[in-house]
């Protein structure tokens, strides 16, 4: 007969990362900045309350969504500066 192996405890158990910073980083990569950023708040929020895993994720979430939002605009200005300033003769 063998002896008994000593216990030992199980391995780690990998910390949950929140949901709603994932989605809301996918969906600021893929042009929906405004709920994206919104997602990023909601999801840094409940970080903040559970302790999960993703802070990094929803400040990229946050980060992502402004750039975009801010680049558009400055896009959406050029455009209209550009298309104004053709004259027509």
């Known amino acids: 007969m063998t ?9 780690p158990v990998a910390q949950k990362t929140n949901i709603l910073a994932i989605v809301g980083l996918v969906l600021s990569i893929i042009g929906f900045t405004v709920i994206g950023i919104i997602l990023g708040f909601v999801g840094l929020n409940q970080i903040k309350k559970t302790g999960e895993s993703g802070r990094g994720i929803a400040i990229a979430a946050i980060i992502v969504g402004f ?5 558009g605009a400055i896009y959406i200005v050029v455009v209209i500066a550009a298309a104004t300033s053709v004259s027509t003769y």
Do not use: M, V
């Open 3 to 11: 002896a008994p192996l000593p216990y030992t405890s199980g391995s």
């Open 67 to 71: 750039a975009e939002l801010i680049i």
